[in-house]
């Protein structure tokens, strides 16, 4: 049994939608089919609704070009004796849609639940239509098996509820084909929709993949694959036909957008293989990602990746609070509210100055949270001095045997300073397949060529 995802590029127009039929069509087994909205319609959802919640009727202008699209596909795609009642269905749904856009306005206000509600739509009919475009395809509401749960503010996957859900919902499968909207969850405690986030359908694919015993999941895009660097940056980037679970991890934590980051985490647990593939390129034989890749590749650099709007946050130990110290009451007060930290440096002795890299959204949330954790506790002047370095990025090399190659990141910045690019701090990766730098901005692209030339061309 295989599980496939596709995303809103891959069903994002007629034509596409006729390569997923095809895709879909010729597995020999039975399949889960994972899709996303229709491509660029979710941030459609979102235009129309803060539109409306502006007091603008110009809602209604986005409203109806979601409408058409969804028609497009209905009489464009749906067997002819089924569009109409197909398009009843939809045409519910946008109702039902309608109204929530109805009532933002009215209230001039925007929750965030209600944004979720909105959001949902997408998933919600993209995956009805497509389960009467494939044939003898059943239709399953993800909203009745991924369950979530609220962290710090932020709705995660309850990955025990959900799975024991899946195996519920999908024990009657044999050779059919189930459709099953991704992105889109459920709280567990009070039922109110939800979603897993932007990329958030790779997501849904890897939870049922990992609940239900998965022989591959199977990530189809509107790439070949993933690539040594990008390929709008870098000209000459090439596919990498086999990575090992951690460095394409590693990848996409560092900004690889092939798949979203926690997709990995319930595949690699029960050592799934997942496949890159293109929807648009069905031949190509994509990347394959395992649990290792040692025994065939041995060079150090895998590929390269870079994160833009990117902050440092520095902070200055002192007598009080010398470096160690100050390091891991730093990273427990981040850690405990739920910010993400891209890279922080080690010291290397007692007055060492602390970097800290973060997405720059993240950064003044950060800062409150540091300067709180200190305030009451010591006099003013023996606060440490906490500063903000902005326009920043990343540039991280990513290898499974960069753990044992020590000189790798001696090189990395040798090579970058040489070309007089500056590096404002370095540090590895948790897993030790990563090797990351923060970079002026403006010299990233200039980082990135250099790094692919000399490490992977």
């Given at each position: 049994m295989?599980?496939?995802?596709?995303?809103?590029?891959?069903?994002?127009?007629?034509?596409?939608l006729?390569n997923?039929k095809n895709?879909?069509?010729?597995?020999?087994?039975?399949?889960?089919?994972?899709?996303?909205?229709?491509?660029?319609?979710?941030?459609?959802?979102?235009d129309?609704?803060?539109?409306?919640?502006?007091?603008?009727?110009e809602?209604?202008?986005?409203?109806d070009?979601i409408l058409m699209?969804?028609?497009?596909?209905?009489?464009?795609?749906?067997?002819?004796?089924a569009?109409?009642?197909v398009?009843?269905?939809?045409?519910?749904l946008?109702?039902?849609?309608?109204?929530?856009?109805?009532?933002?306005?009215?209230?001039?206000d925007?929750s965030?639940?209600?944004?979720?509600?909105v959001v949902?739509?997408?998933?919600?009919?993209?995956s009805?239509v497509?389960?009467?475009?494939?044939t003898g395809?059943?239709h399953?509401?993800s909203l009745?098996?991924?369950?979530?749960?609220?962290?710090?503010?932020?709705d995660?996957a309850d990955?025990?509820?959900?799975s024991?859900l899946?195996?519920?919902?999908?024990?009657?499968?044999?050779?059919?084909?189930?459709?099953?909207?991704g992105?889109?969850?459920?709280?567990r405690d009070?039922g109110?929709?939800?979603?897993?986030?932007r990329?958030?359908?790779?997501?849904?694919?890897?939870?049922?993949a990992?609940?239900?015993?998965?022989?591959?999941l199977?990530?189809?895009?509107?790439?070949?694959?993933?690539m040594?660097a990008d390929?709008?940056?870098?000209?000459?980037?090439y596919v990498?036909?086999?990575?090992?679970?951690l460095?394409?991890m590693?990848l996409?934590?560092f900004?690889?957008k092939?798949i979203y980051?926690?997709?990995?985490?319930?595949?690699?647990?029960?050592?799934?293989?997942?496949?890159?593939?293109?929807t648009?390129?069905p031949d190509?034989p994509?990347?394959l990602?395992?649990?290792?890749?040692?025994?065939?590749v041995?060079?150090s650099?895998?590929?390269?990746?870079?994160?833009?709007?990117?902050?440092?946050i520095?902070?200055?130990?002192?007598v009080l609070?010398?470096?160690p110290a100050?390091?891991?009451?730093?990273?427990?007060?981040?850690?405990?509210?739920g910010?993400?930290?891209l890279l922080s440096?080690h010291?290397e002795s007692?007055?060492t100055?602390l970097?800290f890299a973060?997405r720059?959204e993240a950064?003044?949330?950060a800062?409150?949270?540091?300067r709180?954790?200190?305030?009451?506790?010591c006099?003013l002047?023996?606060?440490?001095?906490?500063?903000?370095?902005?326009d920043?990025?990343?540039?991280?090399v990513?290898?499974e045997n960069?753990?044992?190659?020590?000189?790798?990141?001696?090189?990395?910045?040798h090579?970058?300073q040489r070309?007089g690019?500056?590096?404002?701090?370095?540090?590895?990766?948790?897993?030790?397949?990563?090797?990351?730098?923060?970079?002026?901005?403006?010299?990233?692209?200039?980082?990135?060529a250099?790094?692919h030339?000399?490490f992977l061309e």
């Open positions: 295989k599980v496939l995802k596709f995303g809103g590029t891959s069903v994002g127009t007629v034509a596409s006729r997923v895709i879909v069509e010729s597995q020999p087994g039975p399949v889960v089919v994972v899709v996303s909205a229709l491509g660029g319609v979710t941030d459609m959802l979102i129309a609704a803060r539109k409306a919640a502006s007091g603008s009727n809602w209604r202008l986005v409203y070009k699209r969804h028609e497009d596909v209905v009489f464009g795609l749906v067997a002819q004796d569009q109409e009642k398009w009843e269905s939809v045409r519910q946008l109702h039902r849609l309608r109204d929530y856009y109805r009532g933002i306005e009215l209230v001039e925007l965030a639940r209600t944004l979720c509600k949902s739509f997408g998933e919600r009919i993209s009805l497509i389960s009467h475009i494939i395809a059943r399953y509401d009745n098996f991924i369950k979530t749960e609220n962290w710090f503010g932020r995660i990955t025990e509820l959900t024991r899946i195996t519920a919902t999908f024990n009657d499968l044999e050779a059919g084909v189930a459709i099953v909207p992105f889109i969850s459920t709280d009070n109110d929709i939800t979603n897993l986030g990329g958030g359908s790779d997501y849904t694919a890897a939870l049922i990992a609940a239900l015993g998965a022989s591959v199977e990530i189809w895009t509107d790439v070949d694959g993933f040594t390929p709008r940056i870098i000209k000459s980037a990498i036909p086999h990575l090992s679970f460095e394409s590693d996409c934590n900004g690889a092939v980051p926690p997709t990995i985490y319930p595949v690699f647990h029960k050592n799934i293989p997942i496949k890159i593939l293109n648009f390129h190509a994509g990347t990602i395992t649990d290792t890749h040692r025994t065939q041995p060079q650099f895998r590929g390269v990746s870079s994160i833009t709007d990117v902050s440092l520095s902070l200055k130990p002192n609070f010398p470096s100050l390091r891991n009451r730093a990273l427990n007060v981040m850690s405990k509210k910010v993400d930290i440096t010291p007692d007055d100055v970097e973060l720059r950064s003044k949330y800062l409150e949270c540091l709180q954790d200190f305030d009451g506790e006099t002047a023996d606060i440490p001095e906490i500063t903000e370095t902005h920043v990025s990343t540039v991280t990513v290898g960069l753990k044992s190659d020590a000189s790798a990141m001696q090189r990395v910045i090579t970058l070309h690019i500056e590096v404002f701090a370095h540090a590895p990766g948790s897993s030790g397949f990563a090797q990351t730098a923060v970079i002026p901005s403006d010299r990233l692209h200039e980082a990135l250099l790094l030339a000399n």
